[in-house]
């Protein structure tokens, strides 16, 4: 898979040779800053296109054929989102904006209070978006995610409004959660301790000059495997 | 590759929950675009139902009124069945009548009072619960005639059948008041009779009988009438003189005018003055009143009948000669001579008779009635101090001659005298069912009326003027709406097209999570759609709201002028119909238009901020 971005003057070429993620695995995407991490996460979300890609497939179809009704199809089938913004509505509160999220994937509503409790946001679920610190913000992003029980999270930066040792208790029931209910959590961050801590699999970009710019390659760091 | 998902359909109920969270959300915002939109739209609603109660009452009016939906002929005209009948196909009533009125006197009053004809289907009887129990002795009187006779339903009530046949008969009728029909029926002193009745005693006055009532007939000739009386005098009396005169019953109730005999050969020191009743015949006992009157007050009066414009053809050996009767000339001029024929006896001016020297001839002329022409064989006299164009006759078949122009009758010649024969309908009254059908049967009237060539039926008389008038100012009125709801349509289009696109721009974040939720951009678009249309729908129910209040104060304001039953505004159903169609059709085409800015939003504008 390849994508360029950026002008004339300085290119940006982002290229992944190859990326699996097993089932109801947590696999983590590090890089540094403009390395290409939430480019390439908008390309598996489907949200951004590849210049080329020569076999990309998410839950064995492949992508290069579908049409953009398709794509959006697909995304609400089997991905769900934790944006480094939350992504909540903030016209609904985080109760509704869980339960929205359900109803859309035909999900039952009756374990939000767990769900919600389980991530220590339980008292917050009356307030709107605005109302709630970023912590909390993102607790609630991640209810959102996992109540919909998609086969694939994409998570960017989930943890990045939180203190280091709140984000780590966070990382941990994230990933139980999500591996109790067979989700692949893929995860982008620059916190590659956190990423060492809990991944099963490690994936980095690494930066090297070319004539008119960068290339930002991706591999698998096999130090990190589990 | 077909991925499938939930039904499209439910995207639908997810979509219309969020609409009504966001309302909810923004809940100050939205009842000020509610407040907003209804004072768009309240003016509308009021306007529409001030328009259709202004006219719907004046409508509603004239439609109670029976008198708005009456059409009758200017004056009598004949009138064939066979149209008759397809005019009773016309009409909601028909009250048909040989002539147009009669006057009959009244015990209580000085003067004749107009009758008229009526029947069990009149709306002015059946409007007002007024029935003829008896048709001959039941009648009806209108409210002034009531209070001058201070009578009411149920009290007896004498009229006198004054005829002249040979002699004055005077018979009195015994009646009993069977309703007193409103003020705006009419305004004038009148009583309705029983349509058979009323043609019965028409025809008595002609010299029938009326078996029905004991009345018996008066002979079968005409009796002479006259159109004035022209009256000789040496000293005139003064108006007030005059007055005191009318006052005492004459039989006329407007002042004499100056008139001029002078051409007659009548000496200049004596005056002539004529006296003309108002819609009405002289008889031969009406010159007795008039010169009794005048001695009364010390004035001799010599009367002369008078004849308007009755126009006479003499033809003879194929040539003719159109002049006109008179009856001015003394009585001894116009004496026959000694042993002379049978016939009828004329005379006309020396000048006249050089142009036409027949002695004998062929007097014709024709009925008004029914245009039938009536021969009279003549002697023909020349006499000076005729002028030129006149004939005279003896006045009393002078005035016989006048009856018969305008009855229906014949001439027997064996007998030189005029006999009534039946007279059929001559004129009437029609009634539409409702105000909408007044226009045609006008129209139909009217075209026999041009068929015929008669005047009377080619200006029939009704109120189509005043309908015509109402649905003219109800057409401008419309117009003026229609404008104004331009107007408001237009600027109520972009207000809804701005807040819905400032809604959008608003939520342009929640629109691209949506679509990272997986919601096409094309469901998306309902959102913001459907989000308006439920505000349209508040701001409608609040114009409603508004035009219910309104329309509640202003019948309050205006009840002594309306009364309890009547309303100021009054909202059509169907026309409301539109108007709330109309406004929907606008909104959803404007929320439309600023909706599909949505799918300008992109699913990942808002991933990272």
Known sequence: ?226 | MTIKNQSDSLDFLHIIRLVFADLRFEWILSLCMILALGAVFAPLFILLGLQGGIIGNMLDDLQKDPVSRLVMPKWETSLDEAWLASLRKETGALIESPTAVLLLDVEGMNNPVNVLPTGKADPLLVENSITLENWKKSLVLSTPLAADLRKKQGDPITLTLIRSTGQEERIPLQMQVAGVLPVKASQDSKIWLDAYLFKKLHQWRRGGAVPELGLAGGGTTLSPEYDGIVTLLKRIPSDAEYRTMIGRGLGFSQLPTLFDVTSWGYPAEQQARLWKPLNSRVFEHNFTSLVNRHNEMGFQAEPLPYIDDFKVTLRSDGKNIALRLSSFLAKEKTTPPSGSSNLRHVWISLDDKKQFPYPKAEMTFSTTASGEEIIIPVQIHPLEGIPQGYLVTDPQFAGKMNAARRQEAMYDVQAGEFRPVEQKTRFFRAYTKTIDDLEKLVDFIRTKGKKQASEALMEPVSRIAEVRNIRQLADYMKKLYLLILAVSGVSGFFAILANVYAGIQRKRKDIAYLQLYGLHPVSLVLFPFAKSLVLVSAALASAFIAYGIFSYQTDRLFIDVLGSATSLTRLDREQVMYLVAGLYGTASLASLIAAVAVTRIEPGEYIRE
């Open chain 1, 1 to 226: 898979m390849l994508k360029t971005r950026g002008d004339s003057v300085r290119k940006v070429e982002v290229t992944i040779p190859e990326f699996t993620v097993p089932p109801a695995s947590f696999t983590v995407i590090v890089g540094a800053n403009g390395s290409g991490k939430s480019t390439f996460l908008d390309m598996l979300g489907l949200i951004l296109s590849s210049d080329s890609a020569m076999d990309f497939r998410i839950m064995g179809t492949l992508i290069n054929e579908l049409t953009g009704r398709e794509k959006t199809q697909l995304r609400r089938r089997y991905i769900s989102y934790v944006l480094q913004t939350g992504g909540l509505l903030e016209f609904l509160t985080i109760r509704e904006n869980i339960r929205f999220a359900a109803r859309l994937r035909g999900k039952s509503i009756f374990h939000v209070d767990h769900l919600t409790g389980q991530l220590g946001i339980a008292d917050i679920l009356d307030k709107r978006p605005g109302k709630v610190s970023g912590g909390q913000r993102q607790k609630a992003a991640i209810a959102r995610a996992l109540i919909q029980e998609a086969p694939i999270i994409l998570a960017d930066e989930p943890s990045s409004a939180l203190d280091t040792e709140s984000a780590r208790e966070l990382m941990a029931t994230f990933k139980n959660l999500a591996r109790a209910k067979g989700t692949s959590l893929i995860m982008v961050t620059h916190d590659q301790k956190l990423a060492e801590e809990h991944a099963d699999r490690m994936y980095r970009f690494t930066i090297e000059k070319t004539g008119n710019g960068v290339r930002s390659t991706l591999r698998l760091d096999s130090n990190c495997q589990r």
